[in-house]
Structures are given as C-alpha cells and as structure tokens.
C-alpha cells in the first residue's frame, strides 16, 4: 500500500521500500552499518558470517572438554544467536587451547555461573540446558567479558577486535 493524494492504494506489481536512514555504507574499501540484521537483509554476507549446523552442534557436544546432557534439546535451542557463538568458539579452539580450570578460574572471577563435573577422570564443561545460561556461558567462552587494564572494572562487550 502506499499513500497518494490523501488515498491509500493497493500496489498491484512489484514494489520496492527505501527506508529514510542508511543500512550501510562503503568507506575507505570498509563496510560499516549500525545493524548486522538488517545488513543481512540486503546484502549476502554468508562468507563473512558463519553459524553452526546441526552437525556442528553434535560434533560441539561431543567434545572431551564439554558434557552436554541432552544433544537434541541443545539442537532445539540453538538460534542464530547462538549457533554464531559456537561457531566462533570452535573456530578460536579456546576449549583445546585454555584448561577447564583455567576457564572455571576466570568464570568465577566474573561471577559467571560455571558448573563442571569429573567424567573419567577429567573435568568437564556442563553445557546449560536452558537458553539463558546457555548464552551467559557462550558470552563468555567467546571471550565477550574482558578487565580493563588500568581500573580493573569489568565489562561486557558486544563487539571486539584483535589488537
């Protein structure tokens, strides 16, 4: 529908809505927007932005340094949200790279709730059967919670880059 004359009229072919704010721009050979979800929309960045697949989860799952409960359940919950964050954490190989002790250490230091158990003779991750927990977790396996080095406080961030 669009607005003409103080009259609303039906479109009756293909149509096109411009939004009055920019998505994106190109600066300097760099793309810069405001709304991953709304870049998506109108740009294909596939090769930019990867998310696990089922099979990704279940391989996640099985893992030496995880115990998931419920696989399906873990399937079942996993939004786009989610299957990005485990995507990237199995892409940093934080879990090969850091001891579950050291990631318990530092948990606690950031009062984020992280529960292990010994599962022949290791310890390991429990991963939450809840969304919420699941995500604080995740957050936090992503490296998404950092100490500023001169306070001391800390934060959490919803972007990073290497520096």
């Known amino acids: 529908m669009f607005h003409?004359?103080?009259?609303?009229?039906?479109?009756?072919?293909?149509?096109?809505?411009?939004?009055?704010?920019?998505t994106a721009i190109i600066r300097n050979g760099a793309l810069k927007f405001h709304s991953?979800?709304?870049?998506?929309?109108?740009?294909?960045?596939?090769?930019?932005?990867?998310?696990?697949?089922?099979?990704?989860?279940?391989?996640?799952?099985?893992?030496a340094c995880v115990s998931v409960t419920n696989t399906a359940n873990l399937v079942s919950i996993s939004d786009t949200w989610i299957r990005r964050k485990l995507w990237l954490i199995s892409q940093s190989q934080i879990l090969q790279k850091v001891?579950?002790?050291?990631?318990?250490?530092?948990?606690?230091?950031f009062n984020i709730s992280l529960d292990t158990k010994m599962e022949n003779g290791s310890e390991k991750i429990e991963i939450?059967?809840?969304?919420?927990?699941?995500k604080t977790l995740l957050r936090f396996l992503d490296e998404d919670y950092y100490k500023?080095?001169?306070?001391?406080?800390?934060?959490?961030t919803n972007s990073k880059r290497l520096i």
């Open 4 to 22: 003409s004359l103080n009259v609303y009229r039906k479109i009756e072919g293909i149509g096109l809505t411009i939004d009055n704010k920019l």
């Open 36 to 63: 991953f979800h709304l870049l998506r929309q109108i740009f294909d960045v596939s090769e930019y932005y990867k998310e696990a697949t089922d099979v990704d989860i279940q391989q996640f799952a099985n893992m």
């Open 99 to 109: 001891p579950v002790y050291d990631i318990k250490a530092v948990a606690a230091e």
């Open 128 to 134: 939450p059967d809840t969304k919420k927990e699941l």
């Open 148 to 156: 500023s080095p001169l306070l001391q406080n800390r934060y959490l």
